[in-house]
């Protein structure tokens, strides 16, 4: 698949960035049909663009204490990302809650990924909530945006099993090598065009997943 005909895609990062190297490799692929074009932190010290720079990857930090508010930081965002070119707009540990007017101009063509089965446990410390409620399967998501945190339409998941000895750490880490599994499979299905966001808080797919 020639470049041009792959879909631009820009990455939003906060920290550590394996959801974003896992897209970045994944877009490696001769017939993976997105292009990654930017990589955009809000945090300067992100240790995730150091590594998109390695890749030859377009890496800019926008720091939220650059701008006085909300507003200016998220039109920075957004300049930087249509300067890009991006079509899709994928968040990889954007720890920011976006603006609705954020949300709506992206609406249908931004995803985000999140170490939950949606809709249980939304927010933070997910991997101890599962623990604590005694879920016997955990996992993650990978969503589109919407202006509730962790609320859109559901593209895909990956399940896995809680086993007795679990700490928070040891589930997160099956957990994450879940997230690097799953991102990339629904970045590719929206950028195909086999999902779009339904009405009605549900993601319509066009082509059955097979599992
Ligand atoms: C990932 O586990 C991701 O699911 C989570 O942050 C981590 C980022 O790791 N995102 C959220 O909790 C969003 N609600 P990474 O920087 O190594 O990809």
């Known amino acids: 698949m020639s470049a041009a005909e792959r879909v631009p895609v820009a990455v939003l990062i906060s920290g550590?960035?394996?959801?974003?190297?896992?897209?970045?490799?994944?877009?490696?692929?001769?017939?993976?049909?997105a292009r990654i074009v930017c990589v955009i932190s809000d945090?300067?010290?992100?240790a995730g663009l150091a590594h998109a720079r390695e890749q030859g990857i377009e890496a800019v930090a926008v720091p939220r204490r650059d701008y006085p508010s909300k507003a200016e930081h998220e039109a920075a965002v957004i300049a930087t990302i249509e300067a890009s070119g991006a079509r899709i707009i994928a968040l990889a540990g954007y720890m920011r809650l976006l603006s609705a007017d954020f949300v709506r101009r992206y609406a249908g063509r931004m995803i985000n990924i999140h170490p939950s089965?949606?809709?249980?446990?939304?927010?933070?410390?997910?991997?101890?909530?599962?623990?604590?409620?005694?879920?016997?399967?955990?996992?993650?998501?990978?969503?589109?945006?919407?202006?509730?945190?962790?609320?859109?339409?559901?593209i895909e998941q990956e399940a896995i099993r809680v086993v007795p000895d679990d700490t928070a750490d040891t589930l997160a880490a099956r957990v994450l090598a879940a997230e690097h599994r799953i991102y990339p499979r629904a970045l590719a299905m929206l950028a195909r065009g086999e999902v779009r966001m339904g009405s009605g808080g549900r993601t319509v797919h066009k082509v059955p997943s097979g599992d």
């Not at 945090?43 to 992100?46: C, E, L, P, R, T």
Request: charged share 20%; hydrophobic share 40%.
């Open 43 to 46: 945090k300067a010290d992100a």
């Open 117 to 154: 089965l949606l809709p249980a446990f939304p927010g933070l410390a997910t991997h101890e909530r599962a623990l604590a409620a005694g879920c016997r399967v955990h996992g993650c998501t990978v969503h589109f945006v919407t202006e509730g945190m962790d609320e859109g339409p559901i």
């Open 16 to 33: 550590r960035g394996s959801n974003m190297g896992a897209l970045v490799a994944a877009s490696q692929e001769p017939d993976f049909p």
